[in-house]
């Protein structure tokens, strides 16, 4: 599969200024570790990409994440603002201390890695997220149906 994305995005990373980027296609997970490490990433579409590892603890405000399939990501205290998840695959990542609010998770899975490792979401935090047709999320993630 080629991976993409379109990304049209401004990025503050601590102690800088914001910067206006335009970056070219997604093809290494250096690049995406780069934008999303640290970082306030705003408004941003990542789609139609697969991608290994990776640490990520940065804030995502507004943003869109669509069929995305991550295997073994390391989300460590990333904190996701009214961002949506669609189509996603996320496999044997842990979500540790991270903060959700007001995210739509649509047909995303939390899937087992070939190791048999189980996504995590240990002292991870939701306040009023919902979720359909996905698995693998905390029951404190209200289901909605008829979306």
């Not at 401004?10 to 980027?21: H, P």
């Not at 997604?26 to 990542?46: G, H, I, K, M, Q």
């Not at 009214?82 to 047909?107: L, W």
């Not at 490792?117 to 935090?125: A, K, T, V």
């Given at each position: 599969?080629?991976?993409?994305?379109?990304?049209?995005?401004?990025?503050?990373?601590?102690?800088e200024n914001t910067m206006d980027r335009t970056l070219r296609p997604f093809t290494?997970?250096?690049?995406?570790?780069?934008?999303?490490?640290?970082?306030?990433?705003?408004?941003?579409?990542?789609?139609?990409?697969?991608?290994?590892?990776?640490?990520?603890?940065?804030?995502?405000?507004?943003?869109?994440?669509?069929n995305v399939d991550w295997y073994w990501g390391l989300f460590n205290m990333s904190?996701?603002?009214?961002?949506?998840?669609?189509?996603?695959?996320?496999?044997?990542?842990?979500?540790?201390?991270?903060?959700?609010?007001?995210?739509?998770?649509?047909?995303?899975?939390?899937?087992?890695?070939?190791?048999?490792?189980?996504?995590?979401?240990?002292?991870?935090?939701?306040?009023?997220?919902?979720q359909s047709e996905s698995t693998g999320l905390p029951a404190s993630v209200p289901?909605?149906?008829?979306?």
């Amino acid at each position: 599969m080629k991976s993409r994305r379109r990304v049209n995005s401004t990025v503050r990373r601590s102690g800088e200024n914001t910067m206006d980027r335009t970056l070219r296609p997604f093809t290494t997970d250096p690049e995406l570790s780069s934008l999303a490490s640290e970082a306030n990433v705003r408004y941003e579409t990542f789609e139609n990409f697969a991608t290994e590892g990776g640490v990520i603890d940065g804030v995502f405000l507004g943003c869109s994440f669509t069929n995305v399939d991550w295997y073994w990501g390391l989300f460590n205290m990333s904190v996701f603002v009214e961002s949506t998840f669609q189509g996603c695959t996320f496999r044997g990542s842990a979500f540790s201390g991270c903060i959700f609010v007001e995210c739509t998770f649509v047909g995303c899975h939390f899937v087992k890695d070939n190791l048999g490792g189980e996504c995590s979401f240990e002292d991870s935090r939701w306040y009023g997220c919902q979720q359909s047709e996905s698995t693998g999320l905390p029951a404190s993630v209200p289901v909605t149906t008829g979306q």
